[in-house]
């Protein structure tokens, strides 16, 4: 049992290009988020997902696009990197709203 | 916007001691949940309290939750080097279940 993964773990980009970080869990939850969490804040939800087909902004969106066509998978777009996107990126799984979370390992992205 | 805010920031104790972190937020809340974090690791889900609840227990764990101070505490008993993790207390809104998480708190075990 997977749970979560994430891809790649490390990443470094230049500024201005493109990227996707990819999020899949294999435990059936409707309910799938990606974060950024920057040192000395908690974590902030970027976009959301409540099943396949339907996605929503969370509080930091901007720069940032999604999409879910399947239950399994959750992946993040980055449109066009900027040195404020230099952030640790997790995904998580839950079966509903509020319930308990499972994350991933992470996705270390720098942009120079 | 966040909600959860740990104090304190950061605790360093001796291994076998008590460690207490505290949360506090500001709305009204469905349940609150604590989390763990290592180094370099996702995060780890440890207990959920509701808001209905004023008490559980896990393991070495024990968390309390009082809705009219709006704050939480988690505990953990006879700490351990392993124990050692930065601690995450997140809010469920009432109105959106949407989780807001605090800056956490960073808990080193000294041997």
């Known amino acids: 049992n997977a749970g979560v993964t994430q891809t790649p773990k490390f990443q470094v980009l230049k500024t201005g290009q493109s990227m996707t970080l990819q999020c899949a869990q294999d435990?059936?939850?409707?309910?799938m988020s990606w974060y950024r969490q920057d040192p000395g804040m908690g974590l902030r939800l970027i976009h959301y997902s409540v099943g396949a087909g339907i996605t929503d902004q969370g509080e930091v969106p901007n720069g940032y696009n999604v999409s879910r066509s399947t239950t399994e998978d959750f992946p993040l777009r980055l449109l066009s990197a900027a040195p404020s996107q230099t952030s640790v990126y997790f995904c998580?799984?839950?079966?509903?709203?509020?319930?308990?979370?499972?994350f991933g390992d992470g996705t270390r992205l720098s942009i120079l | 916007s966040q909600q959860g805010e740990e104090d304190p920031q950061a605790l360093s104790i001796q291994e076998g001691e008590n460690a207490t972190m505290n949360c506090s937020y500001k709305t009204s809340i469905n349940n609150l949940q604590w989390y763990r974090q290592n180094s370099g690791r996702g995060l780890v889900h440890l207990i959920l309290i509701r808001s209905n609840e004023r008490e559980k227990h896990s393991g070495r764990l024990r968390v309390t939750l009082d809705t009219s101070k709006k704050s939480s505490s988690l505990l953990i008993t006879a700490s351990r080097a392993a124990d050692t993790a930065s601690y995450f207390c997140?809010?469920?809104?009432?109105?959106?279940?949407?989780?807001?998480w605090g800056a956490g708190t960073k808990l080193i075990i000294k041997p």
């Open positions: 435990m059936n939850h409707e309910y």
């Open positions: 997140a809010t469920v809104m009432d109105s959106n279940y949407q989780l807001i």
């Open positions: 998580a799984s839950s079966y509903d709203r509020g319930q308990p979370q499972h």
